[in-house]
Structures are given as C-alpha cells and as structure tokens.
C-alpha cells in the first residue's frame, strides 16, 4: 500500500485529502486497489479530478456512502 500511496503523491495536482480519500476507499477491498492502479497505470497523465470521477462511477462507490434519513431530523 506503501507503494500505491507513493504513486497517489505523485499524481501532478495531488493533495493531502485526495490521497486520503483514495487510500480510504481502495483498503475496504482489493479489487478496489486493483481497480484504480490499473485505471493510473493506463492513465499516466490522469489528474486527481480524473482518478476521484473515475471511482465514482464504479458499482461499489455508493457502499460507503453516509445517508441521512430525512425523517429522522
């Protein structure tokens, strides 16, 4: 994961809440790791903006989505 987080870094217009939230999403499940590294490696040039749109239109995106219950506020 060390080596993953180096390449995230390295990404031209990173920043510390990108990595972060990257990070969060591909540890819950490996193919998610799998996922994303290989859309970077196919995608070497690839933004932060790129990479972030690119795991919100993956099927499993929403799973750890916080939902508020209108009706409970």
Not at 20 to 27: E, K, M, Q, R, S
Not at 48 to 73: C, G, H, R, T
């Amino acid at each position: 994961m060390e080596d993953f987080a180096i390449k995230l870094n390295n990404v031209t217009d990173s920043y510390y809440g990108f990595v972060i939230a990257v990070l969060t999403y591909v540890n819950k499940k490996d193919s998610r790791l799998k996922a994303v590294d290989s859309f970077m490696n196919n995608n070497p040039f690839a933004l932060s903006s790129d990479i972030l749109e690119f795991i919100s239109k993956q099927d499993d995106f929403y799973e750890d989505a916080a939902f508020v219950d209108a009706n409970a506020i």
